[in-house]
């Protein structure tokens, strides 16, 4: 009755937090009934938290389009989460792309001059009104500073911060209705709703991009695996980004699969060469990546470098995690099915373990179709993402940032396929995943690791003679003692204490009727008489009991 009236209470909350919106609701009632999608339409209006209900891929990201940036963003974010999603909402998220007209320049003049706090001709000697892209959040214009460089601003497009607060708010209102389902409870929708949003309020403050970019420049900075130079991260001008103006480095290229690459400055192989070293270093050394290289984010320069842009959505592995997904390319490489399932209980932040016999029976099925590949075919995001599928399939939790690191793997994977056809993917990180596990072995200083070995071979040494010494007194001395434990014992014990205890009574049964025929052969007189039909009455009552207990145990058979 409590948990009733609770949930009764937190609807009645929500309801009401619904209403503060009103006009964007109805604004994206209209949008949701002109697409058909019934289950929202009846949230936002009223009506009861069923199971969710989404509609086809197709029409999400439509909806998604037309409800505006914020909703943009959010089906995005969605797009990294192949753990709540099937692949085909996955796929049609993926290339979700806000449908935005362009600010005007006397808009986009306003907002730069209010960041930089002083007029534009002091900071500026030119600024292109013409943006060079637009997105949801904001636009690109190039601009040249007083001093000479050429620069990129990357400005906010004004009032969508007001805007995603309101958004921000339905958005929470609708989780908390969605939570009293048990799809909300198992999937902990509130908090995924909070996740969400603060995603989106970080890619709002241009200061948080700014420092994702210094901190990837500076983990790429050195390399054994590739020439750093050869990749450029755009450098930040923190004297004038502020959190709705990003001044970074002009970058002149274009993006790679529209470039025209020059074979005698670098060649497509070694172009994809180093772009699946740098993002692997990224993934299993830094723990820090950049979650969303789509084409448009990897840029080929003119004088024949490659370029890293666009750093607000990025995604972090810790340490442990790390090791896991090294062992996993292994097992995937392998096939081997039972090992991917021992790795994925291992990633898991579930309570309760699923069973282990269909979780690598699932893993089988899904290997089955990589039998017949070579390695040159193996598609690694594709066989992450039905590990992240497996792992819905049998409601287990996995850290949330491996649904970044697939979506990352796959756009990354995926331009390196249509830039060079010809890639082999496992050719390209044989030499990082040996250093790794030279490192999983080995650590980071070896001489260290060394020593550290040999001093706990020293204490196993010192012990190991005392320890057989006493080992071998107790054999000698009659008190060794071995502490065993077998599973299913105790009802075999049972059993057999059963039957002892009915072949004793059927041996007590027949000597109580062959005493009695004896007495009874010579009984001369009446107590001798009395004797023998008291052991025939004994004799006949534990028969009879032990009969009745033979056909209850139901093993007459």
């Not at 949930?7 to 058909?36: D, H, P, W």
């Not at 697939?406 to 990180?429: C, D, Q, T, Y």
């Not at 007189?525 to 009745?548: C, D, K, M, V």
Request: aromatic share 10%; hydrophobic share 40%.
């Amino acid at each position: 009755m409590k948990m009733l009236y609770l949930r009764k209470n937190n609807y009645q909350k929500t309801m009401f937090s619904l209403t503060k919106s009103t006009g964007r609701q109805r604004e994206i009632i209209e949008i949701v009934f002109s697409n058909g999608w019934d289950y929202m339409k009846g949230l936002l209006t009223g009506g009861k938290a069923d199971e969710p209900q989404l509609p086809t891929p197709e029409v999400l990201r439509k909806i998604l389009v037309e409800l505006g940036p914020f909703y943009v963003k959010f089906g995005q974010l969605l797009s990294t989460r192949p753990d709540l999603l099937p692949p085909n909402y996955i796929l049609a998220l993926t290339a979700l792309q806000a449908q935005v007209p362009t600010v005007s320049w006397s808009e986009i003049e306003t907002v730069i001059t209010e960041q930089v706090s002083r007029p534009i001709n002091d900071v500026f000697s030119n600024i292109n009104s013409s943006p060079v892209a637009a997105g949801s959040i904001a636009q690109i214009h190039k601009a040249i500073l007083i001093t000479g460089e050429e620069v990129a601003l990357k400005v906010q497009r004004p009032n969508i911060d007001i805007i995603v607060e309101q958004d921000i708010t339905l958005i929470k209102a609708i989780a908390e209705l969605v939570s009293l389902t048990e799809f909300g409870q198992n999937y902990e929708v509130i908090n995924l709703a909070e996740e969400f949003t603060q995603a989106v309020k970080a890619e709002l403050n241009f200061t948080t991009e700014a420092r994702y970019t210094d901190q990837l420049r500076r983990n790429l900075s050195k390399s054994k695996w590739f020439d750093s130079k050869e990749l450029v991260i755009p450098q930040i001008y923190w004297e004038l980004t502020t959190e709705k103006l990003l001044v970074m480095q002009w970058l002149n290229g274009k993006p790679i699969l529209e470039a025209e690459i020059n074979p005698e400055i670098k060649t497509k192989p070694e172009i994809t060469t180093l772009l699946f070293r740098s993002f692997f270093q990224q993934y299993f050394v830094d723990g820090f990546f950049h979650a969303d290289p789509h084409p448009g984010n990897l840029f080929y320069l003119d004088e024949g470098k490659v370029a890293i842009i666009d750093l607000g959505m990025m995604g972090r592995l810790d340490p442990r995690t790390q090791q896991i997904l090294t062992e996993m390319l292994l097992a995937i490489v392998d096939l081997d099915a039972k090992r991917c399932s021992q790795l994925t209980l291992e990633l898991s932040e579930s309570y309760q373990a699923p069973s282990l016999p269909k979780l690598e029976n699932d893993y089988d099925q899904i290997l089955r179709k990589y039998y017949n590949l070579n390695l040159a075919e193996l598609n690694f995001s594709e066989v992450f993402y039905d590990v992240l599928q497996i792992a819905r399939k049998n409601k287990i939790k996995l850290p949330r940032n491996l649904g970044l690191f697939a979506k990352s793997l796959a756009n990354l994977e995926g331009v390196a396929r249509k830039f060079n056809p010809e890639i082999n993917v496992f050719n390209e990180i044989k030499p990082l995943i040996t250093d790794l596990f030279r490192k999983q072995i080995f650590g980071d200083t070896p001489l260290q690791t060394f020593l550290r070995t040999v001093l706990d071979l020293k204490s196993v040494y010192l012990q190991t003679p005392r320890q057989i010494e006493v080992l071998l007194d107790r054999f000698t001395s009659e008190t060794l003692q071995f502490n065993l434990r077998l599973q299913e014992l105790e009802p075999l014990r049972r059993s057999i204490d059963d039957s002892a205890n009915r072949l004793s009574f059927s041996i007590v049964v027949g000597s109580l009727i062959i005493g009695a025929a004896i007495i009874s052969t010579g009984s001369q007189t009446r107590q001798l008489l009395f004797i023998s039909n008291t052991l025939f009455a004994a004799a006949s009552f534990l028969g009879f009991w032990l009969i009745i207990s033979i056909l209850r145990s139901g093993r007459l058979k």
